[in-house]
């Protein structure tokens, strides 16, 4: 029998909220438009949580616990300062349930994307989509980080 490794619903906001939300918080975030958002994730129980945040908890986590370096742990570093990832991930948030849930089954990722998948072009949400865990289905770790 093979693992369900679960899926992740990643939302891509406009610049102009995605700066607001990675400022203040989704839930302190000003912004009118955000207001359709906030109330699909209110029900659902669930937040955002930057790309690029995770990408530096990983890193400072893996730090602060001493351990040893790896193709993974140095590409997020790398990731965490690059202008450039910083701009392509500044805007991409990963739904968050609970005490920080990120992980869930596909039937759950699907139906919570097609309420946020609504909002669509209609003020802050510019895209929004589901990611497989699997990693044969992900981007691979660039080679030079195997050495």
């Not at 909220?17 to 207001?35: I, R």
């Not at 699909?40 to 370096?69: I, P, W």
């Not at 949400?125 to 589901?130: A, D, Q, T």
């Amino acid at each position: 029998m093979s693992q369900k490794l679960g899926t992740r619903v990643v939302v891509q906001l406009k610049d102009e909220f995605a700066k607001a939300v990675n400022k203040n918080g989704l839930q302190y975030a000003k912004n009118k438009e955000l207001d359709a958002l906030k109330a699909v994730l209110e029900g659902e129980k669930a937040t955002l949580t930057n790309v690029m945040r995770d990408f530096e908890y990983y890193v400072q986590s893996s730090d602060a616990h001493g351990a040893a370096e790896s193709p993974m742990i140095n590409w997020s570093r790398d990731a965490t300062t690059s202008e450039r990832a910083k701009s392509y991930y500044g805007s991409k948030f990963v739904v968050t349930w609970g005490a920080g849930t990120k992980v869930v089954s596909e039937d759950v990722a699907e139906r919570i994307k097609d309420k946020i998948a609504e909002l669509e072009g209609q003020g802050a949400v510019e895209k929004v989509r589901v990611d497989s865990m699997d990693p044969a289905k992900n981007p691979p770790i660039p080679p030079k980080y195997f050495k």
